[in-house]
């Protein structure tokens, strides 16, 4: 007998109703006739099933944090990896979008669920700024005179201490499937040399600006 999508929708009325709620995998699986899974096989993803049934979660506001996180470590148990956004928004209880709202991005909320950013690396950390990293902060680095930019001391002072900056943050660079999109993020003008102390400082700080503009608006200010 092949299943009706219209009789799935019925289902998932019928169960909110008894439910009380948007329907969850826990809830199908209680009072259900359909397993959560059937509904990602017959649309495109669980919440969008909910939505076409009319009963998607629309109170995101009332969700604690707890509950998002559990969930993310649900579907982390699903999938190969840590969970993409497309991964979330087919398995999920909640739209990805849910997370990229309350954790500031992607990757906040896996960070925060203790789960491993999607960026397979190679080589420690340093991959998340990308295989091309080294050449740029040499280019970056030279282009400087290798002193940071705000208070002018240079790399023989600093012992060699000296950071790249992203003055607008790699997270928001951040695509739909949580990788960043290196190339605009590791653009020449949206970094610029600091020391470690003058990079403290000025971490997420006029980050809508380049790196000349970056440069004037602090020296201009005197708060160096
Ligand atoms: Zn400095």
């Keep these: 007998m092949s299943i009706q999508r219209e009789e799935l929708l019925d289902e998932l009325r ?8 948007s329907p969850t995998e826990q809830d199908m699986l209680t009072h259900g006739k359909f397993a959560y899974s059937t509904y990602f096989r017959y649309f495109d993803s669980w919440s969008q099933a909910k939505s076409i049934a009319g009963v998607g979660d629309t109170g995101d506001k009332k969700m604690s944090d707890g509950k998002l996180l559990r969930e993310l ?3 982390d148990i699903l999938v190969d990896g840590s969970p993409t956004r497309r991964e979330v928004d087919r398995l999920g209880e909640y739209p990805s979008s849910t997370y990229k709202y309350r954790f500031g991005s992607w990757n906040e909320a896996l960070r925060e669920a203790g789960l491993p950013l999607n960026q397979h690396s190679s080589g420690g950390g340093q991959y998340e700024y990308g295989p091309e990293w080294d050449n740029r902060r040499q280019r970056v680095l030279e282009r400087d005179g290798h002193q940071c930019r705000v208070c002018e001391r240079t790399s023989a002072v600093l012992d060699n201490s000296l950071h790249v900056h992203h003055i607008r943050p790699l997270k928001e660079f951040e695509q739909d499937d949580g990788t960043t999109e290196l190339k605009s993020a590791n653009r020449m003008e949206n ?3 600091l020391c470690p102390s003058c990079h403290r400082t000025y971490e997420g700080k006029h980050r809508e600006y380049r ?7 602090i020296r201009e200010s005197g708060s160096y």
């Excluded at 019928?14 to 709620?21: E, F, L, N, Q, Y």
């Excluded at 790196?211 to 608006?217: G, H, M």
């Design 211 to 217: 790196a000349d503009e970056f440069v004037r608006l």
């Design 191 to 193: 970094l610029v040399t």
């Design 14 to 21: 019928r169960v909110s109703k008894i439910a009380g709620r």
């Design 73 to 75: 470590k649900r579907i």
